[in-house]
Nanobody
Framework: QVQLVESGGGLVQPGGSLKLSCVASGFSFSIYYLYWVRQAPGKELEWVASINPGSYNVEYQDSVKGRFTISRDNEKNTLYLQMDNLKVEDTAVYYC????????RGQGTQVTVST
């Protein structure tokens, strides 16, 4: 059974930083592309970043390029998202995901960027 557990969210001021973590179990972590997605209040789920199994191919949504960094530790079955220079519009629930299937997402962690 796939389990993905996110942590690291919180309340931060604009310009601040947070690092999200996602601990995975129930599947062969090291062979899968992994993703961070987010859902802002009243909006659809959107893709934020992705990383291939070997960490040499990463991609980002344009709005987070240069501010967010996705990484993974295959030894620890953990996915990360370093978020710097946060903006109010980054406020959302952030999920790590193994695929587009809802059951392949974690429960999410709330990130709120506000003064």
């Amino acid at each position: 059974q796939v389990q993905l557990v996110e942590s690291g969210g919180g309340l931060v001021q604009p310009g601040g930083s947070l690092k999200l973590s996602c601990v995975a179990s129930g599947f062969s972590f090291s062979i899968y592309y992994l993703y961070w997605v987010r859902q802002a209040p009243g909006k659809e789920l959107e893709w934020v970043a992705s990383i291939n199994p070997g960490s040499y191919n990463v991609e980002y949504q344009d709005s987070v390029k240069g501010r967010f960094t996705i990484s993974r530790d295959n030894e620890k079955n953990t996915l990360y998202l370093q978020m710097d220079n946060l903006k109010v519009e980054d406020t959302a629930v952030y999920y790590c995901a193994k695929s587009q299937v809802e059951s392949d997402r974690g429960q999410g962690t709330q990130v709120t960027v506000s003064t």
